[in-house]
């Protein structure tokens, strides 16, 4: 009877231990999937500040070309203006030569600035749409679209292998859901044009109907235009198709991957050229650029 009464608790407690077991495991694999998704925001966020670095980077080195070159400019000044004060005496016709020399040089200063803002401004647009596009694409879209952002114009560049059907130019049923988010984009902006580039690697092609690569590429870009026209309605006007074969490849194409890497279709959105060179040939809106004695 004694004995009896000593089992009772040794199994109460066991029973205990064996819940606290399974509240430790699932508090322990909750943590372990909270850990992951960390890592996977952790290693996009590295990802997006080395991008953001590069852009840094670049706009750095153009500011510092800009100031070499008014450093050149106070240079010239400074020589010339030395000449005149040596000259002065003898020939007044230096005063009109050195004026007409600054005035040139503050024209000059007012056109580099302008060119700046300009460009600036067409980097600011570009850097808006590359983020509005990454952020509508999720983490598997990601994995077959690439967006770039150089010297003023955006390459959107989509893996052959989400965009086609294998070994076709035909539209896959996946692809649908991430055009139509480049459309949204294109959409938003209607003064830019938009170019779709096929390339291919460099494997012979084998169908009855393609010639080559050259046929291959220029296919697969004319069915991603007709696509934005048709099914999404870009306008048609500022759509181009094009084919570059095998010619334009961005990797090695003795090896499985960089034939995948070089296997794909971009998109690359411009400013339209009109509207472009008429920023750039557009006078300063205001005199509020320093003079040379004012750099």
């Given at each position: 009877?004694?004995?009896?009464?000593?089992?009772?608790?040794?199994?109460?407690?066991?029973?205990?231990?064996?819940?606290?077991?399974?509240?430790?495991?699932?508090?322990?694999?909750?943590?372990?999937?909270?850990?992951?998704?960390?890592?996977?925001?952790?290693?996009?966020?590295?990802?997006?500040?080395?991008?953001?670095?590069?852009?840094?980077?670049?706009?750095?080195?153009?500011?510092?070309?800009?100031?070499?070159?008014?450093?050149?400019?106070?240079?010239?000044?400074?020589?010339?203006?030395?000449?005149?004060?040596?000259?002065?005496?003898?020939?007044?016709?230096?005063?009109?030569?050195?004026?007409?020399?600054?005035?040139?040089?503050?024209?000059?200063?007012?056109?580099?600035?302008?060119?700046?803002?300009?460009?600036?401004?067409?980097?600011?647009?570009?850097?808006?749409?590359?983020?509005?596009?990454?952020?509508?694409?999720?983490?598997?879209?990601?994995?077959?679209?690439?967006?770039?952002?150089?010297?003023?114009?955006?390459?959107?560049?989509?893996?052959?292998?989400?965009?086609?059907?294998?070994?076709?130019?035909?539209i896959s049923d996946k692809a649908g859901e991430t055009l139509s988010k480049i459309a949204k984009i294109i959409q938003d902006y209607k003064d830019y044009e938009v170019l779709i580039e096929g390339n291919t690697d460099s494997d012979p092609i084998s169908k009855t109907n393609i010639r080559n690569n050259w046929d291959l590429s220029t296919l697969r870009a004319s069915s991603v235009v007709q696509a934005l026209q048709n099914n999404y309605g870009v306008e048609p006007k500022r759509l181009t198709a094009g084919g570059r074969g095998e010619y334009n490849p961005i990797a090695d194409n003795t090896t499985p991957e960089g034939k995948a890497r070089n296997r794909r279709t971009q998109i690359i959105i411009t400013p339209k050229l009109d509207q472009f060179m008429e920023l750039i040939d557009k006078a300063p809106e205001t005199d509020s650029t320093p003079t040379i004695d004012e750099l």
């Open positions: 009877m004694l004995k009896h009464k000593k089992i009772i608790p040794l199994t109460i407690l066991l029973g205990s231990l064996v819940m606290a077991s399974c509240v430790s495991n699932k508090k322990y694999l909750a943590l372990q999937t909270q850990h992951q998704d960390l890592a996977t925001l952790y290693q996009k966020g590295q990802v997006d500040l080395a991008e953001s670095r590069a852009k840094v980077k670049s706009l750095e080195d153009q500011l510092e070309q800009e100031r070499k070159n008014n450093a050149a400019l106070k240079e010239a000044y400074s020589k010339l203006q030395t000449t005149l004060d040596k000259s002065i005496s003898q020939n007044s016709q230096g005063n009109v030569n050195i004026s007409k020399l600054v005035d040139e040089i503050n024209a000059s200063n007012k056109y580099i600035q302008h060119l700046v803002n300009t460009k600036n401004k067409s980097d600011s647009l570009n850097v808006v749409l590359t983020n509005n596009l990454t952020r509508s694409l999720s983490r598997e879209e990601l994995r077959d679209v690439d967006v770039k952002v150089l010297k003023g114009v955006v390459y959107i560049s989509l893996s052959d292998n989400m965009l086609y059907k294998s070994g076709s130019y035909e």
